[in-house]
């Protein structure tokens, strides 16, 4: 066998290892999000009830206040929905772990503690985001459209009443939860960023106005046509845009002074 041949064979035997173990990573992270995808199912009415309470809070002791469905399988499909919604959130620690796992062994000592602060931190900052959609965001949001309701002795016509679709709901709102929860993760990507050299602070401070600028037209994408939703959206991004600066900052001067 020729040198050559001898250096493939031991590229060829490593790399197979990686993929094994990727393989192995990646039964443990789906079989992990079938278990908890089936236990959401089960619950999924609970996860729904959750869901609801904002609009029904709101609406408590009203008669006919309902969410429908048009068509047969919506339902069905609304639940499925629910479980693989409360399935990724609830699977993604246990995701993230497995691939901690994987990406690990190929880093220095200095490296893994480096980096674990922001495989802990990710989770805790992405329910942040989503408490502040839920808790804050929701309640006031959904008085603002209900107000918009009409009665016909007010009117003169025909009322305006709210009478939703189950999934429609439920769409923006699980849509509004993602959005928030992802926004909260700006300054992870940002110092990972800054950490793997791709972008400095003075580079974020020249580009703040760009950010401000794209932060409220994702917001505005991202959210439904009203200026509250928007800048509660945009608001808290634009602060964890600044406070990625000053954590980039710090990973500078720890870099200078090593």
């Known amino acids: 066998m020729s040198r050559e041949e001898e250096d493939l064979e031991e590229t060829r035997a490593p790399l197979i290892e990686h993929l094994i173990e990727l393989r192995r990573r990646l039964i443990y992270s789906v079989a992990a999000f079938f278990v908890v995808f089936v236990v959401c199912l089960t619950f999924s009415q609970d996860i729904y009830g959750f869901l609801v ?21 919506e339902a069905l499909f609304t639940q499925l929905k629910l479980a693989f919604f409360a399935a990724m959130m609830i699977a993604f620690p246990v995701i993230a772990v497995q691939i901690w796992m994987f990406v ?12 674990l602060p922001f495989l802990v931190a990710t989770p805790i900052l992405f329910t942040l985001g989503a408490a502040l959609a839920y808790y804050v965001v929701f309640p006031i949001a959904w008085q603002f459209f209900l107000s918009f309701e009409t009665v016909a002795a007010q009117s003169g016509g ?12 439920l769409a923006i709102v ?36 760009y950010a401000i600028v794209l932060t409220f037209a994702a ?26 600066i000053y954590l980039v900052r710090i990973v500078e001067r720890k870099r200078a002074a090593t």
């Open 53 to 73: 309470r904002p609009l029904a809070q709101l609406v408590e002791g009203e008669e006919g206040r309902r969410l429908i469905f048009t068509s047969l399988p």
């Open 104 to 115: 690990a062994p190929g880093l220095y000592k200095n490296e893994r503690r480096a980096f």
């Open 174 to 209: 699980m849509k509004l939860i993602f959005a928030f929860g992802f926004s909260f993760l700006v300054p992870v990507a940002l110092t990972l960023a800054g950490r793997a050299g791709l972008i400095s602070s003075d580079w974020l401070r020249d580009k703040r106005k």
């Open 219 to 244: 917001a505005a994408i991202l959210t439904p046509p009203d200026p509250f939703t928007q800048i509660a959206l945009g608001l808290p991004i634009l602060i964890l845009y600044e406070v990625s």
């Open 158 to 169: 025909l009322p305006i009443e709210f009478e939703g679709k189950v999934n429609e709901y």
